[in-house]
């Protein structure tokens, strides 16, 4: 038997686990499970959740079953958990049992092996955040003391953008390599040139594996164990495309650790990695201080810090070409605050209303993850009463915050006066922009990617008039959907000012 087994098609061999497990799942249906759609026999809702525009269905099935949903995926369910306050009560007011990560799949096990700051849950995941975050915050991050690093990169960014002298053109990886650049300086002490052709490699790995990464949800269906990925014909699901790419990176990242392990110094700590390094000899080796959880960590460092600061950088200049009246009030601004002849400093900021409340709307309408990262709760619970069991996808639909109506009036509409009160300051509906995710796995990098956008953009707006390719034909605003919500490719022109 186990050699007809063996002899037989793999994918005839993974259609009958799948047909075995949703029958099982059929069978043990929860009897207080939150509401859905009626899914297909084997797949479930699977057709329906990669039918089209996820934020309209899933705005479309909230209308029609409320703040908290379910979509059955084969032999699993995700729970889908919408609308601000909903958010809130889950991520935040019972942020004990919502902070898991959904029992290990395989893209996690493939990819980080369920280690870093991003995947992980548990013990593990607090020891690892709570050193992670002690260690950067030692070296400036969040803090005024970083702005000179960042400074630094925006001099270098500027000097790229003024080399168009006028033309049109693309902003590519300009955005991607200054913003990774500062990273660089806090993980391992160096910075690169825009032209380092190692440098481009790993920026190019981290772009695929953003793109990789969304391409193969596919394998959420099934937890890990249940079916051979590896031996899909034509990798189907780009899982194992995926877990190459991402051991590129951290074979890149583990030659930085070697690196230091060999000129470490320990009255002289450069960065995160010898900080690391001296908490190992501290401690001794421990199951989160080791060298693979070092490099998953500075892999969440790059791929979270660089694609979602240098992708809010594009969606900004393309509201500014879009919105020329905004750019107008804007550099007004600049001009009163900060004028032509000296930097932007982080001590302008609260000075900057307008800035400030044209930073949350681009966060708002960028809508840059709209669906966070997959949560878990670590038991069975009930919540605004249904069941939600420990081996559910629990999904934060963080889009339903963002253009929830009884939040922001006219969602769609491209406004940064919607957080300014009549006094003329933020009127607090900034606290309500959920761009960073919510709770306790709120983005690690929060306090970093503000500094940056402000200073990038409003030395930009200081030093350019930013201006479409085409008057008549504006670039559009729809977004590349996938993990991260990119713009569509577009150029523009950036004028000097005078």
């Known amino acids: 038997m186990l050699d007809a087994l063996l002899s037989m098609d793999p994918l005839t061999v993974v259609l009958g686990i799948l047909s075995v497990l949703f029958l099982l799942k059929l069978m043990h249906v929860s009897d207080n499970g939150p509401p859905g759609p009626t899914g297909y026999p084997l797949v479930g809702n699977f057709p329906l959740l990669m039918s ?23 032999s699993r369910r995700m729970v889908v958990i919408n609308g601000y306050e909903a958010l809130k009560e889950a991520f935040v007011k019972q942020a004990d049992v919502f902070s898991e990560r959904p029992p290990a799949d395989y893209i996690s096990i493939r990819s980080s092996n369920c280690k870093g700051i991003v995947r992980s849950s548990g013990e593990f995941w607090k020891n690892t955040r709570t050193f992670s975050m002690r260690a950067l915050r030692e070296f400036g991050f969040g803090k005024r003391s970083l702005e000179t690093n960042i400074l630094e990169e925006v001099s270098v960014f500027l000097e790229v953008i003024g080399k168009s002298n006028g033309d049109a ?39 695929n594996h953003v793109k990789l990464l969304s391409k193969a949800a596919i394998s959420i269906v099934l937890p890990s164990g249940q079916i051979p990925y590896r031996y899909i014909p034509g990798d189907v699901t780009g899982v194992e495309a995926m877990g190459t790419n991402y051991g590129n990176i951290k074979r890149f990242l583990q030659e930085q650790i070697d690196k230091h392990r060999a000129s ?41 810090g660089t694609e979602t600061t240098s992708t809010t950088i594009k969606w900004a200049i393309l509201y500014l070409i879009s919105n020329p009246h905004v750019q107008t009030k804007l550099r007004n601004e600049i001009n009163d605050v900060i004028g032509l002849s000296r930097a932007p400093s982080m001590t302008d900021k609260p000075a900057m209303t307008y800035m400030d409340a044209f930073m949350h709307e681009t966060f708002r309408m960028g809508n ?93 707006l200081q030093r350019f008039k930013l201006l479409p390719e085409d008057d008549d034909s504006l670039p559009s605003l729809e977004p590349i959907a996938g993990v991260v919500n990119h713009p569509q490719q577009f150029r523009f022109k950036a004028i000097k000012v005078n």
């Open 264 to 304: 470490f110094q320990k009255e002289n700590v450069r960065d995160l990695i010898d900080a690391f390094i001296l908490e190992e000899m501290t401690r001794g080796k421990t199951d989160y201080l080791e060298d693979e959880n070092l490099a998953i960590v500075l892999s969440n460092l790059f791929v979270a």
């Open 169 to 207: 053109f693309s902003l590519g990886t300009i955005a991607q390599i200054s913003v990774s650049n500062i990273i660089c300086s806090i993980s391992f002490g160096e910075t690169y040139t825009h032209d380092d052709q190692n440098f481009k490699k790993l920026m190019m790995m981290i772009d």
């Open 52 to 74: 089209g525009n996820r934020p309209k269905l899933f705005d479309q099935l909230r209308r029609k079953y409320g703040d908290v949903f379910s979509l059955q995926l084969g």
């Open 368 to 460: 840059l993850v709209p669906f966070s990262l997959l949560h878990g709760v670590k038991k069975d619970v009930t919540f605004k009463g249904y069941t939600i069991r420990r081996e559910d996808l629990v999904v934060p639909n963080l889009d339903s915050g963002l253009f929830d109506e009884s939040l922001f009036e006219d969602p769609r509409t491209f406004n940064p006066d919607r957080f300014i009160g009549e006094d003329g300051k933020l009127n607090g509906k900034e606290h309500t922009v959920l761009a960073f995710s919510l709770g306790r796995r709120v983005c690690f990098g929060e306090s970093l990617a503000r500094m940056e956008v402000f200073l990038f953009l409003t030395s930009l």
